[in-house]
């Protein structure tokens, strides 16, 4: 396999609430969130990583985290196995770069492309005043935008094209890593095939690595080699992403990939799970899934499960009852 | 043939924007048969919405039917009063709308909202109405009922939501549903059991369904029949099977084929070049042209008719050679 460039050991991220004085006072512990609680994973060289879970399972936090918007409240994060400290150098900072799910948010609307380009191509001293310019057409037409594109503002452009300013901006900094959350999510299907084929084609081309966060199951099969399932803050499956679609093991991973919508011509909608996400909570017992879990057992009810490898494959499940 | 339920007769709508008069909607002709389940997909702007609320008369206030005729049961809304008119279309027609916490009223009890249209429409008493949500609730899989009258709609998870907006929807006890974009806030799971439902509900009922949604796979699952949009007009109209195996148009052929199915994996997805037309602006010919792949001379100048092939409609001068084109084209 090759060379690991980004591991998380233990990662977790827990949003802790604001408390009345009265209530601190009381000594009440105030409300904790455990957005992520608990995340082990590594990304290789020249792969995609889809992450997919359905709201509030934590794939955007554990994105976040992992570029440093937000802090990490424990666990170990290593870029090249080199630890990465509260405090990120520049060039940690320069080498995990986001492309987000609304591109007209994301950009200054003040700046033309060019500017914004030029701006932190110089700010990290990448190239020299006088080449800036060329590098600047040189990512343009990397991510398929005409050169006139220098001179306009993120409101002349449509929502597919800003998007590939997102893709340029985040490339500028060539990155080791890209996250990519629900970037396509909020486009056309026709502007969507266009953007999966541009980051498929940077894979290809510039051995692009990437973590590819999004709540659509169809697309993440399309972009990933590996796959991560998540529920309630935890991996719950990981592996190879043939192999899960093919056979998934995690009672959650096959209740959500029999409830994708199908393309396939005479495709009839099967019976549909029950229940609902439950509310996060600071503390779970036994398994986060048993309560919507269709073969959950006595033992899951106390028994938290460790995601751990089926026959010796790259393929691992959190269910004590795969095992 | 019985007359269709509803039946639109070549509506047009325009909008009054700062950019100019946009042709929103431009001929449309759609029939829903009792108990049909009929989906209509396109792009953003491809007045899929404003399909919908046109025949509902919700259009906002900068638009306006400019010609074409609606009919319920054969009778047309525009030879009715307003009142009339809404009078009718509350009796007949639920509607479902994508973001239920904008659809239903923050500050009154979900069993007030269910209960209103048997209690102020139809005259029912207080007791009778109240009892007649608690069984709307039960019948769209709200568990606990009787106690769930007394919640607000901020209390609720969004796939509850959606399901009293869906009992609200079906309490004037309406013939048909129109559902615009009802699952797209909401997630995969809880999606698969709002379209189970609504499968459930076409089944003992016998409600015809109009669904509006870019997702094309969902179409797939629940209806019976496909209209394709685009640029304000039908360019595809088929059973949902035949559409999806072979569809008849370059632009209903491009759309399914860019989007990306979770059955297969595929080397790259097909993609549409170029944008949607300007609606503010006019054009001459297949509005499609410029992005497909089997233009010729005459799509630029001539734009296609909705014309019968096979077992479908299609509105493209080639639809009876395009497949060889588009062999042509990968070739």
């Not at chain 1, 995609?48 to 399972?57: D, N, R, Y």
């Not at chain 1, 409240?73 to 987000?100: C, D, K, N």
């Not at chain 1, 929502?159 to 996250?179: F, M, S, T, V, W």
């Not at chain 2, 339920?5 to 325009?14: A, C, G, I, P, Q």
Request: aromatic residues 6%; hydrophobic residues 40%.
């Amino acid at each position: 396999m090759s060379e690991v460039i980004l591991s998380a050991t233990g990662l977790s991220k827990h949003f802790v609430g604001r408390q009345s004085l009265v209530s601190k006072l009381r000594g009440k512990e105030p409300l904790t969130i455990p957005a992520v609680d608990g995340v082990d994973f590594e990304i290789h060289a020249g792969e995609t990583i889809g992450l997919v879970g359905e709201s509030g399972c934590g794939k955007s936090t554990l994105g976040r985290t992992l570029v440093g918007l937000y802090p990490a409240t424990a666990g170990e994060l290593s870029l090249y196995g080199e630890s990465i400290g509260q405090e990120r150098t520049l060039e940690q900072r320069r080498s995990v770069q986001m492309i987000f799910q609304d591109p007209f948010a994301s950009l200054n609307p003040r700046m033309s492309v060019g500017d914004m380009l030029k701006e932190i191509l110089l700010f990290h001293k990448l190239v020299s005043k006088e080449k800036v310019d060329e590098r600047c057409k040189e990512l343009l037409s990397l991510v398929g935008l005409p050169l006139s594109a220098l001179q306009s503002f993120p409101r002349q452009f449509s929502g597919g094209q800003r998007q590939r300013i997102g893709i340029a901006r985040a490339l500028a900094l060539e990155p080791k890593i890209l996250i990519a959350d629900e970037a396509v999510s909020a486009l056309d299907v026709s502007v969507q095939a266009s953007i999966v084929n541009l980051l498929l084609d940077l894979k290809r081309d510039l051995g692009l690595t990437m973590l590819f966060i999004s709540h659509n199951i169809a697309v993440i099969r399309q972009i990933s080699d590996q796959i991560v399932v998540m529920y309630l803050g935890r991996i719950v499956e990981t592996g190879p992403t043939e192999q899960v679609f093919a056979d998934p093991q995690h009672p959650y991973t096959k209740l959500l990939l029999s409830s994708v919508p199908k393309m396939t011509p005479g495709s009839k909608l099967g019976e549909a799970p029950d229940g609902e996400l439950p509310k996060m909570q600071a503390h779970f017992q036994g398994c986060r899934f048993q309560s919507r879990c269709p073969i959950a057992v006595e033992s899951c009810l106390t028994v938290d499960p460790e995601l751990l490898q089926i026959r010796g494959s790259h393929h691992r499940v959190a269910c004590q009852l795969v095992h | 043939m019985s007359t269709p339920f509803l039946s639109v007769r070549n509506l047009h709508v325009d909008i009054e924007t700062n950019r100019g008069l946009l042709k929103a909607i431009r001929g449309i002709s759609l029939d829903v048969n009792e108990g049909q389940s009929i989906g209509i997909v396109g792009e953003s702007g491809s007045g899929k919405s404003i399909t919908l609320k046109a025949i509902l008369g919700l259009l906002p206030k900068n638009a306006r039917i400019t010609s074409g005729d609606i009919f319920i049961e054969g009778q047309s809304l525009f030879e009715l009063s307003e009142k009339a008119r809404r009078q009718l279309l509350a009796e007949k027609i639920g509607i479902v709308f994508q973001d239920a916490i904008a659809a239903l009223n923050p500050v009154l009890t979900v069993g007030t909202q269910i209960a209103e249209i048997p209690h102020r429409r139809m005259g029912w008493s207080k007791e009778k109405s109240r009892e007649r949500a608690i069984e709307l609730m039960t019948l769209v899989g709200i568990p606990e009922a009787e106690k769930r009258l007394k919640v607000y709609p901020h209390q609720l998870s969004g796939g509850l939501r959606q399901r009293v907006a869906i009992a609200i929807a079906l309490s004037g006890n309406p013939r048909l549903i129109f559902c615009d974009e009802p699952t797209t806030a909401l997630d995969v799971t809880i999606q698969a059991q709002v379209l189970r439902l609504l499968l459930d509900l076409r089944q003992k009922e016998n409600t015809g369904i109009v669904f509006v949604t870019h997702d094309l796979a969902v179409v797939n699952e629940i209806c019976q029949e496909v209209n394709v949009m685009y640029a304000g007009r039908f360019v595809e109209r088929g059973n949902v099977q035949d559409t999806f195996q072979d569809p008849t148009h370059p632009y209903a052929y491009s759309l399914l084929k860019s989007a990306p199915d979770m059955d297969h994996q595929v080397e790259r997805l097909f993609s549409i070049s170029g944008e949607a037309p300007d609606l503010t602006k006019t054009f001459v010919g297949c509005p499609f042209a410029p992005r497909c792949f089997a233009v010729s001379d005459l799509c630029r100048t001539t734009e296609p008719d909705l014309l019968p092939i096979r077992t479908s409609l299609s509105a493209c001068h080639h639809s009876q050679n395009y497949l060889d084109k588009l062999s042509e084209a990968r070739a």
